[in-house]
C-alpha cells in the first residue's frame, strides 16, 4: 500500500510550493544542456531520441554553440553558477569533446556528460580529466542479462562497469550512475544495489521508462503500478540504510514519498532554471521534451531574449489543468508533473501519482 500524505508533510509541500513560484519568477538560469549529437554507438530499446549512427541532422559545429554561449549567455549569467551538461545521442563520438570541455572550462563554466560507457577507455578517460570535466553519468540498467537486452550490445555491460570503476577512483569527478528500471530487473534490485556499493558507487539515480520513442510498444520495459509501488519502497528503505545516496528520477510527483524518495520535493525545472540547446539549434527547457514545446531557434532568434521572454508555457503550467490533472487535488503541488512526459496534445503519457494512488 502507498503511503499517505501526512499534515506535515502537506504543510512541508505548501511552504515549498511559495519557493517554487519565488524561482518561476526569477527563472535564473542554473543548468544548460547542448544536444551536440545525435549519433549514437547503440540502439537502445528504450530510446525516447530514436538515435542512429547516421541521424538525419549532422552535430552542432561547436564554433555555433560557443557563439551563442560567449554573446548570448555570458553577458547574463556568472558562469561559475551555470552547468553546462553535453548530451547526445552518444556524447563521445563526437571527437572534439575534450577541444569542446577545454573551452569550457577556460570560460569558467563547469560542464559534464551523459554517457553509456561504451568509448570511455582509459586514455579517453584520462583525457576528459585533462580538458577540465566536473561531473559525468554513466547508465547501467542491471546486470549483463537486464542491460545487455536494452542496449542491445553484448559488450555493453562490460564497457559500462568498467568505465564505473574508472569514474568512482577519480576523487576530482562528480559521478554518478542511473538505472532504467524494468520488471526483469525488479527480482533482482536488493543484489544489484549490493553489486554498485561493491564497485565504489556513492551516488545512484533510478528511472523508469515511459510510452515514449522505441518505448512506446515495447510493454517489456515498463512496471506494474505494484511493481513501481515495490520500487519506491526500495529506495526510501535504501536512502534510510545512507550507505549508497539513491533516488527517484524526476518522472513526477510522489505524493507520501516526496522527500524521503528523493533528497527534495518534487520539481520540474524544464525552463524554470534548466534550459537547452538541440542538435537543430531549438531552445526548449530540456532534451527529453518534445519539439512541440520549443520555444525559439539559436540560428534565427537571440537565446537571452527566448529565455527571458518565450518560456510561458514552461513557467505557467495552467494549461496542464486539464484530463486527470483537472480531476486532482495534488495539481498545487506536482503543477502538472514533468514536461517531457506531455505529447503534442498536452496530454500526459505518464503520472506517477496515478500509478501509486490509483484515481481518486
Request: aromatic share 10%; hydrophobic share 35%; with cysteine.
Amino acid at each position: 500500500m502507498a503511503k499517505s500524505l501526512s499534515l506535515r508533510k502537506r504543510l512541508a509541500l505548501e511552504i515549498e510550493r511559495k519557493r517554487q513560484n519565488d524561482r518561476v519568477e526569477k527563472h535564473r538560469l542554473r543548468s544548460l544542456f547542448w544536444e551536440c549529437t545525435l549519433r549514437c554507438n547503440l540502439a537502445c530499446r528504450h530510446c525516447g531520441s530514436d538515435c542512429t549512427s547516421s541521424p538525419s541532422y549532422r552535430d552542432m559545429p561547436a564554433e555555433d554553440f560557443f557563439r551563442v554561449l560567449d554573446n548570448q549567455i555570458t553577458p547574463h549569467v556568472n558562469p561559475h553558477n551555470v552547468f553546462v551538461t553535453l548530451s547526445g545521442g552518444e556524447v563521445l563520438v563526437r571527437d572534439d569533446i575534450e577541444k569542446i570541455g577545454l573551452g569550457l572550462y577556460r570560460r569558467e563554466y563547469a560542464w559534464g556528460m551523459v554517457t553509456n560507457g561504451m568509448a570511455l577507455t582509459r586514455r579517453r578517460f584520462d583525457s576528459l580529466l585533462a580538458s577540465g570535466i566536473h561531473g559525468m553519468t554513466i547508465s547501467l540498467d542491471g546486470f549483463e542479462p537486464q542491460h545487455t537486452y536494452i542496449r542491445r550490445n553484448p559488450d555493453s555491460f562490460q564497457r559500462a562497469v568498467e568505465a564505473i570503476r574508472m569514474a568512482t577512483a577519480e576523487p576530482t569527478l562528480a559521478f554518478d550512475v542511473v538505472t532504467c528500471a524494468t520488471p526483469a530487473l525488479m527480482p533482482q534490485l536488493e543484489e544489484f544495489r549490493e553489486f554498485l556499493i561493491s564497485l565504489g558507487l556513492k551516488r545512484w539515480r533510478i528511472f523508469t521508462i515511459f510510452p515514449s520513442g522505441r518505448a512506446a510498444t515495447d510493454g517489456t520495459l515498463r512496471l506494474s503500478d505494484e511493481d513501481f509501488t515495490s520500487l519506491i519502497d526500495f529506495i526510501c528503505r535504501t536512502r534510510k540504510e545512507g550507505r549508497i545516496a539513491i533516488s527517484y528520477g524526476c518522472e513526477g510527483f510522489l505524493g507520501g514519498y516526496e522527500a524521503e524518495a528523493r533528497p527534495s520535493f518534487y520539481e520540474c525545472h524544464a525552463g524554470i532554471d534548466t534550459a537547452s540547446i538541440r542538435i537543430d539549434g531549438a531552445i526548449s527547457g530540456c532534451t527529453s521534451i518534445r519539439s512541440d514545446y520549443n520555444q525559439g531557434n539559436i540560428y534565427r532568434d537571440d537565446f537571452w531574449d527566448v529565455w527571458q521572454n518565450r518560456f510561458e508555457p514552461f513557467r505557467n503550467r495552467e494549461w496542464m489543468h486539464k484530463d486527470e490533472c483537472a480531476q486532482c487535488g495534488m495539481f498545487r503541488y506536482c503543477r502538472g508533473g514533468g514536461m517531457h512526459l506531455r505529447d503534442s496534445e498536452g496530454r500526459m503519457a505518464d503520472c506517477a501519482y496515478l500509478r501509486l494512488y490509483g484515481r481518486k
